[in-house]
């Protein structure tokens, strides 16, 4: 069994900060990309950040400049610094992963449960 749990969201005023942080657990083999996305109330789940096991990454146009996103391999971690937030940065934010399990040479995308970040302006 897999679990990604996020930790991090809250509410803050626009132009402020927060960082979010999702752990993966279970018996996983190995984890190839990590990311984030988000879905707005009335709205499509969309990808915000991505990283590579290597450290590549991207992002959405709606985010560059100011969300960064990094990872901690022996951790089985993935952060993401938001700054300069934004009323429409409102949004439940979920880890997104692509692991293999243990046992498994086949990669798996995996989905938490979310965690809420509310930007008041």
């Known amino acids: 069994q897999v679990q990604l749990v996020e930790s991090g969201g809250g509410l803050v005023q626009a132009g402020g900060s927060l960082r979010l942080s999702c752990v993966a657990s279970?018996?996983?083999?190995?984890?190839?990309?990590m990311g984030w996305g988000r879905q707005a109330p009335g709205k499509q789940r969309e990808l915000v950040a991505a990283?590579?096991?290597?450290?590549?990454?991207n992002y959405a146009d709606s985010v560059k400049g100011r969300f960064t996103i990094s990872r901690d391999n022996a951790k089985n971690t993935v952060y993401l610094q938001m700054n300069s937030l934004k009323p429409e940065d409102t949004a439940v934010y979920y880890c997104?992963?692509?692991?293999?399990?243990?046992?498994?040479?086949?990669?798996?995308?995996?989905w938490g449960k979310g965690t809420l970040v509310t930007v008041s302006s």
């Open positions: 997104n992963a692509d692991l293999q399990v243990a046992g498994s040479y086949y990669g798996m995308e995996y």
């Open positions: 279970g018996s996983i083999r190995r984890i190839n990309s």
């Open positions: 990283i590579t096991s290597g450290g590549s990454t």
